[in-house]
């Protein structure tokens, strides 16, 4: 049987129009029929355990169609995402220093997989001191992000295969099939946590500013260059997916405990002191899913 997939992949692989009629009906109709399924299913939970859930929220921040039975979701509900009605609970932009739409003290766990680049300095501190705000004591907040330290080591060593690797640990180089210059290393490092920069300065500048300043001042240095118009979802919709900020793990337990979290730890993925995330059966359902092998967990506690 897999000899047959596997003739059967290289066959359709080899004939593009095959290739894409297929995924045109798989991304057309398949994963659409699945996800009205999903909604449906979703919303006959949240009816039923509107009580339950009301007494212990759990928020996925930027979840998206998320959909999982007893969480809610908060997340902007436009731009390149085109989230159906009825999957975003909380409408909400986090490029923005607006408060978020929940009372102190009132939200048991937040749990955000692969946002938090997506904000830019001048809004995340904001965004966190929120997330601190809203929680109740003993409650916490689970966030992945990409691990900036992972691509300046990739850079260094011009290991152009780890971008960006797909969850099964094989190179995705199809990202930057628009790209068709010399230098698809550089491209590929500043695609991982400041895209916008990439026209706005020359390979030799790049080079010589992180042999200069080094792997974080460059980052900060680059992060903090681009230009504010382009990085809010609604003043860009096009780019809502870009990356405008950098993390590891010491830089975003330092900024956790800025904001008033009691403890921050790095965990491993699957790895929580909440059974909502920890458990088993939570790894089919959406928890730490998001490209494994370039990123890291932390989970910061009130």
């Known amino acids: 049987m897999n000899n047959f997939f596997l003739l059967s992949k290289n066959i359709i692989n080899k004939i593009p129009f095959i290739k894409k009629l297929l995924l045109f009906f798989y991304y057309k109709v398949i994963v659409k029929i699945a996800l009205f399924y999903r909604i449906k299913k979703y919303n006959f939970y949240q009816k039923i355990d509107r009580k339950i859930d009301n007494k212990k929220l759990m928020i996925n921040v930027g979840g998206g169609h ?173 780019t809502s997916f870009t990356h405008v900020n950098w993390f590891n793990p010491d830089k975003l337990v330092r900024i956790m405990k800025d904001v008033g979290f009691s403890e921050v730890a790095i965990m491993k993925r699957h790895e929580s002191r909440f059974k909502e995330i920890s458990k088993k059966k939570s790894r089919t359902y959406g928890f730490d899913n998001s490209y494994p092998l370039t990123s890291f967990y932390i989970e910061g506690y009130k």
Request: net charge negative; with cysteine; hydrophobic share 35%.
């Open 66 to 238: 998320f959909l999982n039975r007893h969480w809610r979701t908060l997340d902007v509900p436009h731009g390149t995402r085109n989230y159906w009605k009825g999957t975003i609970n909380y409408q909400f932009d986090l490029c923005t220093k607006n408060s978020w739409p929940f009372l102190d003290n009132s939200v048991y766990l937040f749990y955000s997989s692969y946002t938090l680049q997506q904000i830019h300095t001048e809004w995340l501190l904001h965004n966190l001191k929120e997330a601190y705000r809203c929680l109740k004591p003993g409650g916490g907040f689970r966030i992945t992000v990409p691990d900036y330290d992972l691509a300046a080591e990739a850079y260094e060593n011009k290991n152009l295969t780890f971008f960006h690797k797909d969850i099964y640990g094989a190179p995705n180089l199809d990202i930057y099939k628009d790209y068709d210059g010399e230098h698809i290393l550089e491209y590929a490092f500043l695609f991982f946590f400041c895209q916008h920069m990439w026209d706005r300065i020359e390979v030799s500048e790049i080079q010589e500013l992180y042999k200069t300043l080094g792997r974080y001042k460059f980052a900060d240095k680059l992060v903090e260059s681009i230009p504010l118009d382009l990085v809010g979802v609604k003043t860009n919709i096009k």
